[in-house]
């Protein structure tokens, strides 16, 4: 079994920046995939950024050149390192670890407003 806790969320200025985290716990592995999705109040949820067990990255167009997924295997973590926050990324952030199956945290709050 595998558990995932997100952090860092918050409310953040317009422009500012965000840095989250996901500590994984359980039978993980570096063999895991990883990804970050988002749901916003009234939407769907959407794929924000994905990195596979060999580093490979992949971005939703709406965050490519703000946003930045890492991995750090030795600590078990994933992070999101967000900046030039916009108001259109408030939403509630979750991280994914996929490899047969996939598991969910249960989500951090980011919330972008002046």
């Known amino acids: 079994q595998v558990q995932l806790v997100e952090s860092g969320g918050g409310l953040v200025q317009p422009g500012g920046s965000l840095r989250l985290s996901c500590a994984a716990s359980?039978?993980?592995?570096?063999?895991?995939?990883m990804a970050w999705y988002r749901q916003a109040p009234g939407k769907e949820r959407e794929l924000v950024a994905y990195?596979?067990?060999?580093?490979?990255?992949t971005y939703a167009e709406s965050v490519k050149g703000r946003f930045t997924i890492s991995r750090d295997n030795n600590k078990n973590t994933v992070y999101l390192q967000m900046n030039s926050l916009k108001p259109d990324d408030t939403a509630v952030y979750y991280c994914?670890?996929?490899?047969?199956?996939?598991?969910w945290g249960q989500g951090t709050q980011v919330t972008v407003s002046s």
């Open positions: 994914t670890a996929r490899l047969t199956s996939q598991y």
């Open positions: 359980g039978s993980i592995s570096s063999r895991y995939a």
């Open positions: 990195i596979s067990s060999g580093g490979t990255t």
